[in-house]
């Protein structure tokens, strides 16, 4: 008579086991899956910052580009040509006479006088002499100048703006020890022209 009173309960305490059964293994489920997503969104978050880095390096990257663009269209723009005499086929000192005398009119037409001139023809010391000999004739001039401040102020402006390329290595200036308005001078010039 138990056993029938029992078989009463078996199958509401059977649904009942199976019911805590599913809600265990339901549970276990939902909690890897839990684990899992807040993992995963762990992940996404780190990724996320690497990419937030990574984005902000290539923005880096693209200003710095756009800077050198910059800078490389400036100078384009800012290049002077090399000076190209009349004639071809003539020699260092001939080709560089004309642009030398474009410096020695701007040294008289700024009341400079000048004491001295040394010249070293395609001097071997020089880059373009060394890469491209071939093409350019190079001129180094060392002169010794006399001069005021206005004067040889302007003559600098004026080199400066010289149409064509030319390298102005040193300027040294001395005042003369009996007045010292007046610049003694030495300036030391390099001059370029295309064969």
Same mark, same amino acid.
């Given at each position: 008579?138990?056993?029938?009173?029992?078989?009463?309960?078996?199958?509401?305490?059977?649904?009942?086991?199976?019911?805590?059964?599913?809600?265990?293994?339901?549970?276990?489920?939902?909690?890897?899956?839990?684990?899992?997503?807040?993992?995963?969104?762990?992940?996404?978050?780190?990724?996320?910052?690497?990419? @937030? %880095?990574?984005? !902000? =390096?290539?923005? +880096?990257? &693209?200003?710095? $580009? @756009? %800077?050198?663009? !910059? =800078?490389?269209? +400036?100078? &384009?723009?800012? $290049?002077?040509?090399?000076?190209?005499?009349?004639?071809?086929?003539?020699?260092? $000192?001939?080709?560089?006479?004309?642009?030398?005398?474009?410096?020695?009119?701007?040294?008289?037409?700024?009341?400079?006088?000048?004491?001295?001139?040394?010249?070293?023809?395609?001097?071997?010391?020089?880059?373009?002499?060394?890469?491209?000999?071939?093409?350019?004739?190079?001129?180094?001039?060392?002169?010794?100048?006399?001069?005021?401040?206005?004067?040889?102020?302007?003559?600098?402006?004026?080199?400066?703006?010289?149409?064509?390329?030319?390298?102005?290595?040193?300027?040294?200036?001395?005042?003369?020890?009996?007045?010292?308005?007046?610049?003694?001078?030495?300036?030391?010039?390099?001059?370029?022209?295309?064969?």
């Amino acid at each position: 008579m138990d056993s029938e009173k029992l078989k009463q309960f078996i199958i509401p305490i059977a649904l009942i086991v199976l019911i805590f059964v599913g809600l265990g293994y339901t549970g276990s489920k939902i909690y890897e899956n839990y684990q899992s997503y807040t993992a995963a969104n762990e992940e996404v978050a780190q990724k996320t910052a690497t990419v @937030q %880095e990574k984005q !902000a =390096k290539l923005d +880096e990257y &693209k200003r710095k $580009e @756009q %800077e050198e663009k !910059a =800078k490389e269209n +400036e100078s &384009k723009n800012s $290049e002077k040509p090399f000076y190209k005499p009349v004639m071809s086929g003539l020699d260092t $000192e001939a080709v560089i006479a004309g642009e030398f005398a474009e410096v020695l009119q701007l040294v008289r037409a700024n009341q400079i006088k000048v004491r001295s001139i040394k010249y070293d023809y395609d001097p071997k010391d020089d880059a373009f002499v060394s890469g491209a000999g071939s093409q350019y004739n190079v001129a180094r001039l060392n002169m010794e100048m006399v001069g005021n401040y206005s004067n040889y102020d302007n003559f600098l402006k004026e080199m400066y703006k010289h149409e064509h390329f030319l390298d102005i290595q040193t300027a040294e200036i001395v005042p003369y020890k009996k007045n010292k308005k007046i610049l003694l001078i030495n300036f030391k010039v390099k001059l370029y022209a295309k064969k």
